[in-house]
């Protein structure tokens, strides 16, 4: 039963390095989500995934970027990090995108930009 | 747009204690509305929903009633355990929007005392 997986589990950056956040999921949902979570806010979306091939922005998605080669994985790429994007990121996934539906969250990457 | 507004904490109390939690949401469409709790080190899990309104979501001594009249959701519990220490979050998913996304409000933290 491992559900959503996320590597790595925390990760330090010096600005201007690039990594890509993986993201795995074993319950052959169609759709993927990346959000991040600040400090006293609440989850903001970052990518999207409405199945293989098929990506969109979410509200956040300057300097990232997305690709869903399979069902299974869904990584997130950071190009040129900046300190904003400290942060913990979080990868979803939900069986279909109806209303209603639960998104079941991985334990999430904590990323640290200096 | 969408958007969720949660009582802010945070908020601590005492074993056997009763919580609310205030939660207040705008949607344009018929939202689905959810109660996520995430524990320390830990990914979110959704706690309980509903999908209609006066509908009543309930789990692990946990309900919330969706008021449609007063949009709101707020979650309560009769008597709070230390294991309740948690960051809770509620959120909501738009019929009327294209990519089911959630919408999440800041989050409470509560924390229960022996």
């Known amino acids: 039963n491992a559900g959503v997986t996320q590597t790595p589990k925390f990760r330090i950056l010096k600005i201007g390095q690039s990594m890509t956040l993986q993201c795995t999921q074993d319950?052959?949902?169609?759709?993927m989500y990346w959000y991040r979570q600040d400090p006293g806010m609440g989850l903001k979306l970052i990518y999207y995934?409405?199945?293989?091939?098929?990506?969109d922005k979410g509200e956040v998605p300057n300097g990232y970027n997305v690709s869903r080669s399979t069902t299974e994985d869904f990584p997130l790429r950071l190009e040129l990090a900046a300190p904003s994007q400290t942060s913990v990121y979080f990868c979803a996934s939900s069986q279909t995108g109806s209303v209603g539906y639960e998104q079941y969250f991985g334990p999430g990457t904590r990323l640290t930009v200096t | 747009g969408d958007s969720v507004t949660q009582m802010e904490g945070p908020v601590t109390l005492s074993e056997e204690a009763c919580l609310t939690i205030n939660c207040t949401y705008t949607a344009t469409g018929y939202p689905s509305l959810f109660w996520y709790v995430q524990y320390p080190g830990e990914g979110l899990q959704l706690l309980l929903k509903a999908t209609k309104a006066d509908d009543k979501g309930s789990n692990k001594g946990f309900e919330a009633t969706y008021r449609k009249e007063t949009t709101s959701f707020h979650l309560e519990k009769g008597s709070v355990q230390v294991s309740d220490s948690a960051v809770y979050f509620c959120a909501l998913s738009d019929r009327g929007s294209n990519d089911y996304k959630l919408s999440f409000g800041a989050g409470t933290t509560v924390t229960v005392r022996a």
């Open positions: 995934s409405v199945g293989a091939g098929i990506t």
């Open positions: 319950m052959n949902h169609n759709y």
